[in-house]
């Protein structure tokens, strides 16, 4: 099994297999973060430039600290140090980085189809950290990664997501992860912040926060995302954490080892109270520690990928990959 | 690509005493097994290093930490392989520095695995020593590296293959030379 693309996108439409392997390697890529030495020389040479069009902390430093515990060089680009401010254009922006001779962008932009536009306009791969309202794939992983580790498996488990659906990447990559994985996925918010016809992704609609979590193995908790609003979604920010914050009576309703996640960064007291996010059922900072190893893994399976020769499409039999060891 | 078996080279009896043979040497040679790590490569190296564990143990009546080596990440072939193995997880719990590794793999060949293995063991830090144990040397070295233990050395040539199933993961216990047929 190997990823048989040059980039990672999105989760919509990723085969379970696919998936798994890079959960499946996001296992072993863990432990290097635990050795004295944090760094392989697998990426030697290799080139990745993070491209951020809108402010991080968390994936940026994640993906660089992958990228770096994996030998890769590493050149790292915001909007405002930029020549973006001076008008130049995505496209010019990536070809001349191209031109630089790179192998890989990790991009995020305010604009869904960002990546996609340079994906088919560059010989290079392409990572998306997020683009608009469209998907966030590595973090989806890292929620999906998670999710496996405490849960053992996701087929049949129930896994609620709270918050601003209609604006929420996280939310998406989430959905079409954990639905291919056998999932059952319910969303629960306000009604202005649930996309119509929703429904149609495979997953359920529960309006009542108090009444989504009662049977749920684990609730994630999306941040309310101020900055994307143009018109006000609910009349406060009081009445959003009294109807959809996750606080200890919503906790106490949930079965006693279902898991709470946050994809961060947190706004203590309105989506999710202090207590809860400081309560041993929180794996957020679990949540953390997994999205460097999801990155090395998706890093690795990508440049691995692209190593390969074109036509070599079709699967090994045992007996190759047996023969071919031996040659090592 | 298909493959040809031409004879057995051991059979279960003769892999069971060269393990127990090796193991002698490895407590005769450092004077027992204080500061002594058995480490084995992935995939099969891991078992073999198992079961030299369990020796030593018999004969010096003693534990002996056991770690395991995924030399994936350190290979020297990323970027001319076609495909490369899923990545396994690298266990080494022990502080290997001042002690002595005995690198366990199954097959010793042109020596570029044990490169990989000795370059990902020094990330781990300083050991005193590390030598290496082998159930079949099969010749045809590209690196300058010798086996300290060796099982058996079987000379091939280099259309040959050596497979070695053990019954932890093959279900039964056995060396065989084949032929690559294409």
Redesign the interface.
């Known amino acids: 099994?190997?990823l048989d693309k040059k980039d990672l996108l999105g989760l919509e439409g990723m085969s379970a297999e696919a998936i798994e392997?890079i959960l499946?390697?996001a296992?072993?890529?863990k432990?290097?973060s635990e050795?004295?030495?944090k760094?392989?020389?697998?990426l030697r040479g290799k080139t990745v430039v993070n491209l951020f069009f809108e402010p991080s902390t968390r994936t940026q430093a994640s993906f660089e600290l992958a990228e770096k515990r994996?030998s890769a060089d590493t050149v790292n680009i915001s909007k405002e140090s930029s020549s973006v401010v001076k008008g130049e254009t995505l496209r010019d922006t990536a070809e001349n980085l191209q031109a630089m001779k790179i192998d890989l962008i990790v991009i995020r932009h305010s604009a869904a189809g960002a990546p996609h536009f340079l994906a088919n306009l560059l010989d290079a791969s392409i990572i998306n950290a997020g683009d608009g309202a469209h998907e966030h794939p590595t973090q989806g992983l890292l929620d999906i990664f998670t999710l496996r580790e405490k849960l053992g498996g996701l087929r049949d488990r129930k896994i609620v997501i709270v918050g601003d659906i209609t604006h929420s990447r996280v939310a998406r990559s989430n959905i079409f992860g954990l639905v291919t994985l056998g999932a059952r996925v319910t969303l629960c918010g306000p009604p202005t912040m649930m996309p119509p016809g929703i429904t149609r992704l495979g997953v359920e609609v529960e309006p009542d926060l108090r009444r989504a979590v009662a049977d749920a193995d684990a609730v994630n908790v999306l941040r309310i995302q101020l900055e994307r609003q143009k018109v006000n979604l609910f009349p406060s920010v009081a009445e959003y954490a009294n109807l959809y914050g996750v606080d200890r009576h919503i906790v106490a309703r949930m079965k006693p080892e279902a898991l709470i996640m946050h994809p961060g960064p947190i706004n203590r007291g309105v989506e999710i109270s202090q207590e809860v996010a400081d309560s041993d059922r929180a794996v957020i900072l679990e949540q953390v520690t997994n999205g460097v190893a999801i990155r090395m893994?998706v890093l690795?399976l990508i440049l691995?990928g692209v190593?390969?020769?074109p036509s070599?499409g079709e699967e090994?039999t045992a007996?190759?990959?047996?023969?071919r060891?031996?040659?090592? | 690509m298909g493959f040809r078996t031409k004879s057995t080279i051991m059979d279960a009896d003769q892999i069971r005493r060269a393990v127990k043979r090796v193991a002698h040497e490895i407590v005769e040679r450092n004077l027992g097994v204080d500061g002594v790590i058995v480490v084995g490569i992935r995939r099969r190296g891991v078992f073999l290093a198992q079961r030299i564990a369990e020796c030593l143990q018999n004969i010096e009546d003693q534990a002996v930490p056991i770690g395991a080596l995924d030399i994936t990440l350190y290979r020297d072939d990323f970027q001319v392989k076609t495909s490369n193995p899923v990545v396994g997880t690298t266990e080494i719990q022990e502080d290997i520095h001042d002690k002595v590794i005995v690198l366990v793999d199954d097959v010793l060949y042109t020596g570029r695995t044990v490169r990989a293995a000795l370059d990902e063991l020094i990330d781990f830090g300083r050991p005193k020593q590390i030598q290496l144990a082998v159930l079949v040397d099969r010749g045809h070295r590209e690196f300058p590296i010798k086996a300290d233990y060796v099982g058996k050395n079987v000379p091939t040539s280099e259309t040959e293959i050596v497979e070695v199933h053990l019954t932890e993961l093959d279900g039964c216990d056995e060396v065989i030379l084949g032929e690559r047929q294409s």
């Open positions: 099994m190997k392997l499946d390697s296992a072993s890529f432990e290097i050795r004295p030495v760094k392989v020389p697998v994996l893994a690795y691995e190593q390969r020769e070599l090994e007996e190759e990959v047996e023969a060891s031996k040659v090592v």
